[in-house]
């Protein structure tokens, strides 16, 4: 059974690679270039997984999380922050803000997908 991931992410690159390495495991990817976006494909996708960018426009990702956490149907579904804020407290923040887990941008080709499918097991 493939699985769904929401990738909410505005950088082409960065939607591109994430995208390339997942479903070259077998996932499907869904994606949304800012906040609101991903939070509406969220409620009718339904994803098993959301990974989320910190730095969005329109809303940051620390309130695109609280919106989703919100919402009955998403407060079970994974979300893993995927960003390159790497200051001290910036992982404490995602945490507060809902996220599930936190991945450092630049992503490693290598260890990406085994990172995150450590919220899906």
């Given at each position: 059974?493939?699985?769904?991931?929401?990738?909410?992410?505005d950088?082409?690159?960065?939607?591109?690679?994430?995208t390339?390495?997942?479903?070259?495991?077998?996932?499907?990817?869904?994606?949304?270039?800012?906040?609101?976006?991903?939070?509406?494909m969220a409620?009718?996708?339904t994803?098993?997984?959301?990974?989320?960018?910190?730095?969005?426009?329109?809303m940051?990702?620390y309130?695109v999380?609280?919106?989703?956490?919100?919402?009955?149907?998403?407060?079970k579904?994974?979300?893993?922050?995927?960003?390159?804020?790497?200051?001290?407290?910036?992982r404490?923040?995602?945490?507060?803000?809902?996220?599930?887990?936190?991945?450092?941008?630049?992503?490693?080709?290598?260890?990406?997908?085994?990172?995150?499918?450590?919220?899906l097991?």
């Open positions: 059974m493939s699985r769904n991931i929401l990738l909410i992410e950088n082409e690159q960065n939607r591109y690679l994430a390339f390495l997942l479903e070259q495991r077998g996932y499907r990817i869904a994606w949304a270039s800012d906040g609101p976006a991903g939070i509406a409620r009718s996708e994803p098993d997984l959301i990974l989320l960018d910190i730095q969005l426009p329109l940051s990702g309130e999380a609280r919106a989703l956490r919100a919402l009955h149907s998403l407060r579904t994974p979300i893993v922050a995927v960003t390159s804020y790497a200051m001290s407290g910036d404490e923040r995602c945490l507060a803000a809902g996220c599930d887990g936190y991945i450092e941008k630049p992503i490693d080709p290598e260890t990406f997908v085994t990172e995150i499918e450590r919220f097991n």
